[in-house]
């Protein structure tokens, strides 16, 4: 059980560029969350999803952020047209259930934007 | 506002010196409190889930403790692999998000 991964662990992109980070869950979990941790910041939430759906994006900024975890392949947050304020650690987390509440993180996505 | 507050911000500690580490929370419906570790340049690592007031889990030197305003970790004779940054999170409601404090540093000197 390769756990949850995510990639790159590495990102740099220049201001106005695209980010893309992919996050492929653990085995037989369904349930993915992404998590932001800006420098001297706790973990923030930004977006629950299932297969197909998202349940909750509270915590997505209304602008350039998106999320999907399509039926087939990893679930993407994409960052569009990056500025500075948007380097940080990306993290993903997935669970089996709902409340199982046995969410496992992955290493995370580091953006750097220059 | 629901909030989770961890104090102190960093704590140093002399190899095999016990101490606690606080998470206080101010949140309505707490369906769960977790503690998580966090090494630099890592991801989270779980390691306790607590559900009621006078619960209480237990794993190798570290022993979770739960109350209805707060919760503390508490580390034995902690050893220098100890050190990491350990993080305290709830699940409030009818939501299934994680919401976290700002975690503390431990360093654990020989």
């Known amino acids: 059980n390769a756990g949850v991964m995510q990639n790159p662990r590495h990102l740099v992109r220049r201001r106005g560029q695209e980010a893309r980070l992919r996050c492929s869950p653990m085995k037989g979990h369904s349930h993915v969350y992404w998590y932001r941790q800006l420098p001297e910041e706790g973990l923030k939430f930004m977006v629950y999803?299932?297969?197909?759906?998202?349940?909750?994006e509270s915590g997505m900024p209304k602008e350039r952020f998106s999320a999907e975890f399509p039926k087939e392949g990893p679930s993407i947050l994409r960052i569009q047209q990056v500025v500075r304020g948007d380097s940080a650690a990306y993290f993903c987390a997935s669970s089996l259930r709902t409340d199982s509440y046995g969410y496992t993180f992955g290493s995370g996505t580091r953006l750097t934007v220059v | 506002e629901d909030q989770v507050t961890q104090s102190p911000e960093a704590l140093r500690l002399q190899e095999g010196e016990s101490s606690s580490l606080n998470c206080s929370y101010t949140?309505?419906?707490?369906?769960?409190l977790f503690w998580y570790r966090q090494d630099p340049g890592k991801g989270p690592e779980f390691l306790f889930t607590?559900?009621?007031a006078g619960e209480e889990k237990e794993k190798e030197r570290l022993k979770a403790t739960l109350t209805k305003k707060e919760s503390f970790l508490h580390i034995t004779a902690p050893k220098p692999e100890d050190s990491a940054t350990y993080l305290c999170?709830?699940?409030?409601?009818?939501?299934?998000?994680?919401?976290f404090g700002k975690g503390i540093t431990l360093s654990v000197r020989p």
């Open positions: 999803l299932q297969k197909e759906n998202i349940i909750d």
């Open positions: 949140v309505s419906g707490l369906r769960g």
């Open positions: 999170a709830v699940v409030m409601g009818a939501n299934s998000k994680l919401t």
């Open positions: 607590l559900y009621s």
